[in-house]
């Protein structure tokens, strides 16, 4: 029996890739297992963005080669950005992988799989990505089925300067909203009611196009062709938040209060050496727009902290912009030099030490402003989205508010009433902490 045991790793863009994977394995007549030893096939979809995430990449894929140890027939496959940064680079230094598949030829890999010799092999294409989705393409849906992804668009084109993606994803490929209406469609039919639209930037959508759309138009469409009743947006870039999008949100409910937009830095000096097309100005009258417009929204940003030349000055700035926009979510990272980008050329490197300590001054503070925005919640009645059982205990059940995007933020612990998976139930809040609030389901007649 042809049997599958899957990773995938970094972020949801890659899941929705390796959902591709799953179900070209399927229709190859593969069963998928939920142990690696039972497997005669092992695939990794790894993710090439930054250092970490290759070192984590390898550190999985030679602890799944020993399974090779106790069945020598089974066959370890490697797939994703990674592959497609590194290429035959990664033939001599994993010899352990019997299969290499770039971007372009992971749709077909279970074909690639059954037709693999006894030497490894390599599968990618000179030059960029160029490989673009369609709804026709089947997806095996790895996230719970009342949830999942809707990647819009492929690669990017903003250059950022410590940015390797459209070196490894390539040129912005937009999909047309006729597709993606359509596959929206097919979701809903399946049983999904959280939709989050992803892409390297939402706002970029269309612009490829000989007659541009945008992000409105296809979200006017998503609204009116499908009855999904949760629509998130994930990764918007900072400059290009219209108004005309933030008027969309305030007038339709079923398109969630709930914008990630990653910032990355607030200082001009630091912003422009990040080859980001926008200034601190920028971002101040951003988050007046979006309070002013849809002042329920929750703001999610990351932050990068460690870039080349970057100053005390400049952290503290960062420091007293988060103080005076009072963001609800907020990731922290430590610059990683990646070789092959405009920023590994940079001078003025920040040591590896002065990273962590700038690192934890943001998280420290934020960490304070999260626990008094958390705080407002409480006594609210707030519609969640039940995922299940809590992994923390089987006597709680954990869901998501509007406000809460799945895997990155924190949830709600349910500690009472009867629900089931993918329902949306309104719910009391009546604790906050700093990440995670806690609440219990009110019924239909004490709400109405």
Not at 80 to 94: K, N, P, S, T
Not at 194 to 222: C, H, M, V, W
Request: charged residues 25%.
């Amino acid at each position: 029996m042809k049997t599958l045991y899957m990773v995938s790793l970094g972020c949801p863009k890659n899941l929705v890739d390796s959902e591709v994977m799953l179900a070209d394995f399927e229709q190859a007549g593969y069963a998928v297992v939920q142990e690696a030893g039972q497997a005669s096939v092992i695939l990794v979809n790894t993710c090439g963005f930054i250092r970490p995430a290759v070192e984590e990449a390898i550190d999985a894929i030679l602890e799944l080669a020993t399974c090779k140890e106790h069945n020598p027939t089974q066959r370890l496959v490697v797939t994703g950005c990674m592959v497609q940064r590194y290429g035959a680079e990664l033939v001599a230094e994993l010899p352990e992988v019997d299969l290499f598949v770039g971007l372009d030829d992971f749709p077909r890999i279970s074909a690639l799989v059954d037709r693999l010799g006894v030497e490894p092999q390599i599968i990618t294409r000179p030059g960029l990505a160029t490989y673009l989705m369609d709804h026709r393409v089947s997806r095996r849906i790895a996230t719970p089925p009342f949830r999942s992804y809707l990647k819009i668009t492929e690669g990017c084109d903003n250059r950022c300067a410590y940015c390797m993606i459209p070196s490894i994803r390539g040129r912005l490929r937009s999909r047309t909203v006729a597709d993606l209406v359509a596959e929206a469609t097919r979701l809903e039919q399946s049983g999904v009611r959280e939709l989050s639209l992803i892409a390297q930037d939402l706002t970029a959508y269309g612009r490829d196009f000989d007659k541009p759309e945008n992000l409105t138009g296809l979200l006017r469409q998503l609204l009116e062709k499908t009855s999904i009743p949760w629509l998130r947006l994930l990764y918007l870039y900072p400059a290009s938040v219209s108004d005309e999008l933030l008027d969309l949100m305030a007038q339709q409910p079923r398109l969630l209060p709930y914008l990630d937009i990653p910032f990355q830095h607030v200082s001009d000096r630091v912003l422009t050496a990040m080859n980001r097309h926008y200034r601190h100005a920028t971002l101040d009258d951003l988050v007046r727009r979006i309070r002013t417009l849809v002042p329920a929204c929750a703001i999610r940003t990351t932050m990068l902290v460690g870039f080349p030349g970057e100053t005390d000055e400049d952290v503290a700035e960062l420091i007293d912009s988060l103080h005076a926009w009072q963001l609800d979510h907020v990731g922290v990272f430590q610059y990683q030099e990646e070789d092959g980008s405009p920023a590994a050329q940079l001078p003025n490197k920040v040591a590896d030490e002065e990273k962590e300590s700038r690192y934890q001054r943001v998280m420290a503070a934020q960490a304070l402003i999260s626990e008094r925005r958390q705080r407002r919640y409480v006594g609210r009645l707030e519609p969640v989205l039940v995922e299940g059982v809590s992994e923390e205990s089987d006597l709680l059940l954990e869901g998501r508010s509007r406000f809460q995007a799945p895997e990155i933020d924190g949830c709600i612990y349910i500690t009472s009433g009867n629900v089931n998976p993918g329902d949306i139930v309104m719910v009391r809040i009546t604790e906050a902490h700093t990440y995670d609030l806690v609440g219990e389901v009110v019924d239909a007649q004490e709400n109405g």
